[in-house]
């Protein structure tokens, strides 16, 4: 009993020292909030995700923004989130999955790809109770230049994203990739573009 006690307590010192280590730095130089330009489409994954589980996405009622304090809280609860979904589903395309090109869903049976891991992370982090206006669906193009969905958490200390391709919570203009629309801060059934007009990807970017 004690001895379980005691590995308990170890392990919960392991993961606020390993929070501790990558807490980010407030007095980082890049740009900390992704440029806002005008209203856009909406993916349609996103529309026919909607359609298809009107339960699971707002209302299209206009609430305020708001912004998540990066307390050392928030921040485990985000590394908590990021990494257990990460590891528990397995990427799976939806071709292979669903057969289909494109189906945005929650990965109930383990496997997804991008979109269903932003998905679930998203549910999960409004069940840990951080706000629904800082949760943002964002739509990227990668390094490899493929479209991609990433999840975008505004705070008060700027934009980071929580990705199925990378372990690490970064900065948004950390990542390398290319923003090009995200869910509006106000109502997540209004997607806005991002920064300069920017031609649209395939995949993910243009659905």
Not at 96 to 119: A, F, K
Request: net charge neutral.
């Amino acid at each position: 009993m004690v001895a379980t006690v005691i590995s308990k307590v170890s392990m919960i010192t392991v993961l606020a020292a390993s929070a501790v280590a990558v807490f980010p730095a407030v007095g980082s130089e890049r740009p900390r909030h992704i440029q806002v330009s005008n209203i856009t489409r909406p993916p349609v994954g996103w529309v026919e995700f909607c359609a298809r589980q009107p339960d699971e996405c707002a209302s299209a009622t206009t609430t305020a923004a708001r912004d998540i304090a990066l307390t050392m809280q928030a921040w485990m609860t985000l590394m908590r989130v990021n990494k257990w979904v990460n590891e528990k589903v397995k990427p799976l395309t939806d071709l292979e999955h669903w057969g289909v090109v494109e189906l945005w869903s929650y990965p109930d049976d383990g496997y997804g790809d991008c979109e269903d891991y932003v998905l679930l992370k998203r549910r999960m982090l409004i069940q840990s109770g951080l706000p629904r206006e800082a949760l943002l669906v964002t739509v990227v193009v990668d390094k490899k230049h493929n479209g991609h969905a990433v999840l975008t958490v505004t705070t008060d200390q700027g934009d980071y994203i929580l990705d199925n391709q990378n372990e690490d919570i970064l900065l948004w203009s950390e990542t390398g990739y290319r923003f090009l629309k995200r869910q509006s801060r106000s109502n997540p059934n209004v997607w806005v573009s991002l920064g300069a007009p920017q031609p649209a990807a395939a995949t993910a970017a243009s659905r």
